[in-house]
C-alpha cells in the first residue's frame, strides 16, 4: 500500500470536559501540526456541534456523515482527530468507522489516543473500549446533572434567571427570589384581565404601550406572557420536569412549594389556566380570538366562575362504536365542572334575547338617544322617497331636469344634516351602529364573536347557565339559562 498522502480533519465540540476544554480552534491547530509532522496535506477540515445532544442522542451530525461519504469516495485516506472521543463517543458512529477501514482503508491518527491500528482485533477492542468508557463518563456527568436539578427542585429553590415578578437576593446557596411589588402589581392587573375576558392580545399592547418591559427587559410578545401568567411560580410552586437519558421530558412534571411568596392565589392561578389552555383561544397564534361566544361572559350556575366552550369531540367506545360530543359549554373549575350545556341550544337563546332588545331598545342600549334618533330616520327616509320620486318621474318624462335639479339641491343638504343628526345619536362607538338600525338581525347573524361579544357586555346582560338533573344537557330547556341583567 502506498504511504497514505491526504487527509481530512474532523474536530467536534461537545459539553462534556474535554469538550469544554478544546475549542474546535484548538483541535485544529493540534490537528494541523500533527499532519505536518506525519508529512499529510490536509485537504478538508470537518466540524460539529455536539452541544446539546445528550450521549445517546441519534441527532445526526451533518459534517461526520459528510466525511465519511467522503472517505468512500477516496477523497482522502486519513482522518486526524483530536482524540478517538472527540471522532465520536457513539458506538454506532465507530462501529461506521471500522467498516470504513475495512473497506476503503482509511486510517484514523488521533493527537492525544495515537493510531488505533483497526485492522486488528486488539485496535478495533481499544477504539471501542475507548467510545464505551466516554459515553459512561459523559452518562454520569448527565446523571449527577439530573439529580442535582431534582434536588434543587424538591427543596423549591428557584433556578435560572430573574422571573417577573420576583427581585434574585443573595448567592450561591443563600440564592432566593424576593416579590417585586412593581411587577407583581402588573402580573396580578394581568390576571384580573384575563378573568375579565381581555385578549393576551390586547394586553400585550398594552403593556408595551405602557412601557413596561419583562424581566430582562425586552418588550412583550403574547406568547411571553402567556408563559409568565400560566407559570405555577405565581401561586408558589416549583415546578421540575424530570428527564430521560436522552434529554427529553420524561413523566409528567412535578410541582413542590417553593421557597418563595406566592403573588395569585391557587384558585385565580386555576382559572387563568383554564382560561388560556381553553382549546377556544389557542385557535391562533395571538392566542386571543375568541371562537365561542359565551367563554368568559357566561357564568356558572353552581360555584360562579366563567364557563368555557369546548370544541366537539369524538370518542372511540370499547365495543368500536363512536360517540360524537358536540361543541359545549362546560365549567372548567376544578371542585365544580357540574355544568354542561350543548353550544348551538344555548348560542341560539342568547342570540334571539340579543336580537329583541336591540330591536326594541338597542340606540339607547348601546348609548344613544332614541328618540333623536329616530327623528332623523324618519327625516332621512321621507328625503330619500323624495328624491326618488324626483328621479322616477325624470325618467317618465313628467319632470324636467331643471326641476329634478331643484328638488336635488334643497334635499341633498338636508339629507347630510339629518345623517349628521342620526350619527350624533349613535352610540359612541360608530361600528355599532348596524345594531341599532331595522337591520339588528341580519348584523347579529354576520358579526365576529368578539364583536357580539362586546355588544353582550355593552348590554349588561348577566348569562348563568344552571345545573340541570341526570341527562345534562340532553333536551335544551331554556328556563336553565338565566340572562339577567348585570
Ligand atoms: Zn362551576
Not at 84 to 100: G, M, N, Q
Not at 253 to 282: C, S
Request: charge should be positive; proline fraction near 5%; hydrophobic fraction near 35%.
Amino acid at each position: 500500500m502506498p504511504k497514505p498522502t491526504r487527509a481530512a480533519i474532523y474536530t467536534r465540540i461537545s459539553n462534556d470536559a474535554e469538550g469544554r476544554e478544546l475549542g474546535v480552534a484548538r483541535q485544529e491547530k493540534d490537528c494541523r501540526a500533527l499532519a505536518r509532522a506525519e508529512g499529510l496535506t490536509v485537504v478538508e477540515t470537518y466540524s460539529d456541534n455536539d452541544i446539546s445532544a445528550a450521549p445517546s442522542s441519534r441527532k445526526p451530525r451533518p459534517d461526520y456523515l459528510r466525511m465519511l461519504m467522503d472517505a468512500e469516495a477516496r477523497r482522502f485516506d486519513v482522518v486526524l482527530a483530536y482524540s478517538t472521543s472527540r471522532l465520536t463517543r457513539r458506538p454506532r458512529e465507530i462501529e461506521d468507522f471500522i467498516e470504513l477501514h475495512e473497506d476503503f482503508g482509511t486510517q484514523l491518527v488521533t493527537v492525544a489516543s495515537g493510531r488505533p491500528d483497526l485492522s486488528t482485533a486488539d485496535g478495533r477492542m481499544t477504539t471501542r473500549l475507548t467510545g464505551n468508557v466516554d459515553t459512561a463518563e459523559a452518562e454520569r456527568t448527565a446523571e449527577r446533572a439530573r439529580r442535582k436539578q431534582k434536588e434543587l427542585a424538591e427543596s423549591g429553590r428557584h433556578n435560572g434567571p430573574r422571573p417577573f415578578g420576583w427581585n434574585i437576593e443573595g448567592r450561591g446557596a443563600d440564592q432566593r427570589l424576593t416579590v417585586n411589588e412593581a411587577e407583581a402589581a402588573v402580573l396580578r392587573e394581568c390576571v384580573q384581565r384575563v378573568l375579565a375576558g381581555e385578549g393576551i392580545w390586547k394586553i400585550t399592547l398594552d403593556l408595551n404601550a405602557r412601557g413596561i418591559p419583562t424581566s430582562t427587559g425586552k418588550t412583550w410578545a403574547t406568547q411571553v406572557l402567556r408563559r409568565v401568567l400560566l407559570r405555577d411560580r405565581n401561586w408558589g410552586m416549583r415546578k421540575h420536569q424530570p428527564l430521560g437519558k436522552d434529554g427529553k421530558p420524561k413523566g409528567k412534571p412535578q410541582l413542590y412549594p417553593g421557597q418563595w411568596e406566592p403573588i395569585i392565589d391557587r384558585e385565580t392561578h386555576d382559572r387563568v389556566v383554564a382560561l388560556l389552555t381553553d382549546p377556544a383561544r389557542r385557535s391562533n397564534n395571538r392566542g386571543t380570538a375568541p371562537k365561542y361566544l359565551l367563554t368568559s361572559v357566561a357564568y356558572c350556575g353552581e360555584c360562579g366562575g366563567h364557563i368555557v366552550g369546548t370544541a366537539e369531540y369524538t370518542y372511540e367506545l370499547k365495543s368500536g362504536k363512536t360517540r360524537i360530543y358536540p361543541h359545549s359549554y362546560k365549567c372548567p373549575h376544578a371542585g365544580c365542572m357540574k355544568v354542561q350545556r350543548r353550544m348551538t341550544d344555548v348560542d341560539d337563546h342568547v342570540s334571539r334575547v340579543v336580537v329583541a332588545l336591540l330591536e326594541r331598545d338597542g340606540v339607547r342600549l348601546l348609548g344613544g338617544d332614541p328618540i333623536a334618533a329616530d327623528a332623523a330616520r324618519t327625516r332621512i327616509a321621507e328625503l330619500e322617497a323624495k328624491m326618488k320620486i324626483a328621479a322616477d318621474r325624470f325618467v317618465s318624462g313628467e319632470w324636467t331636469d331643471e326641476m329634478v335639479s331643484r328638488i336635488t339641491a334643497q334635499a341633498k343638504p338636508q339629507l347630510e344634516a339629518e345623517k349628521d343628526r342620526l350619527r350624533g345619536a349613535q352610540p359612541a362607538d360608530e361600528s355599532l351602529d348596524e345594531f341599532t338600525g331595522p337591520d339588528v338581525a341580519k348584523a347579529w347573524e354576520s358579526a365576529d364573536v368578539e364583536t357580539k361579544k362586546r355588544i353582550i357586555r355593552l348590554l349588561g346582560m348577566r348569562i348563568t347557565i344552571h345545573r340541570v338533573g341526570p341527562g345534562n344537557g340532553r333536551g335544551y330547556d331554556p328556563a336553565s339559562v338565566t340572562i339577567t341583567p348585570e
